[in-house]
């Protein structure tokens, strides 16, 4: 009697223990099972390219972004990029990189986005301190503006000068991928066949500058929204069209009532995906 009344009260003390355990995100891979963070640091430690796709508001992303690259920086050598930076604005990026200016010139100088401070100055300045390369990569949103105005051919008629911050012309362009695709469901009455164009000029442009500034023996860690990489196409459809061989992996974030068993249409997005608790507050 002793003894089961002893199993009882220890059965009742890890439930409740298990019932009052907060998690905060759980990673899985691509078919949806649990995987470690060391397993997947593991795995993406000797990629040419990671594409690590966040939600931008999201904190356990960027957290995971600063944790990834401090340990991948101990393990390989590494180029940073991202899509929050502008490729004409890589000459200030460059200046602050090299303490030629401080936080304040370069928030002066470059068009940084709003949670700039909070969410990618850390990776800047892990950059500045390491003296890791930080590639800006995006097209200029004024170019991005005028595709989504009048088609991929009005690029034609800025200047030479300004092609130099923009993916080679003309640009190649599948309107069949399911991603791009899926932007015209989701937009309704709102969506275009000139919006996915605008989306894909950001991709082509992204997949342009992590192309021209790879190198050998080195892996490009590229902070982008998660949907320019999700189910393996946006930046990474241009990618290995310029090398098919391309060694990558992808990581997405996604957010869920339940953490612990991911939805079906979360599976398939990425090599890994943070599942983050929507209950999660966020940095705006």
Not at 61 to 70: D, N, P, R
Not at 143 to 172: C, H, Q, S
Not at 213 to 226: D, E, R
């Amino acid at each position: 009697m002793k003894t089961q009344l002893f199993t009882i009260i220890c059965l009742t003390f890890i439930t409740l223990s298990f019932a009052q355990k907060k998690q905060a995100y759980v990673i899985y891979n691509a078919k949806g099972k649990k995987v470690s963070y060391k397993k997947m640091l593991k795995h993406i430690q000797d990629k040419e390219v990671i594409l690590f796709g966040e939600l931008h508001n999201n904190p356990i992303a960027h957290w995971l972004q600063i944790e990834v690259t401090k340990d991948l920086n101990t393990l390989n050598n590494l180029i940073l990029g991202a899509e929050m930076f502008e490729a004409d604005n890589q000459q200030p990026l460059n200046d602050y990189l090299e303490k030629k200016i401080d936080a304040r010139a370069l928030d002066t100088l470059a068009r940084l986005w709003p949670n700039y401070k909070t969410d990618y100055a850390p990776l800047v300045n892990f950059a500045k301190t390491h003296k890791l390369p930080f590639v800006a990569t995006n097209i200029p949103r004024r170019y991005a503006k005028m595709v989504y105005r009048k088609g991929f051919d009005t690029l034609n008629t800025v200047t030479p000068k300004e092609k130099n911050w923009i993916a080679p012309l003309p640009i190649a362009f599948d309107s069949e991928l399911p991603t791009y695709k899926n932007i015209l469901k989701m937009m309704g009455s709102h969506g275009s066949p000139k919006l996915v164009k605008a989306q894909a000029i950001k991709d082509a442009t992204m997949g342009y500058f992590i192309s021209k500034n790879m190198q050998a023996n080195t892996t490009f860690l590229h902070f982008n929204g998660a949907y320019h990489s999700d189910h393996y196409e946006g930046i990474l459809w241009y990618l290995k069209r310029e090398n098919n061989t391309l060694d990558y992996t992808t990581i997405s974030t996604v957010s869920q009532e339940d953490i612990f068993k991911l939805e079906k249409d979360h599976k398939g997005k990425a090599d890994f995906i943070i599942c983050v608790d929507k209950d999660m507050t966020t940095t705006y």
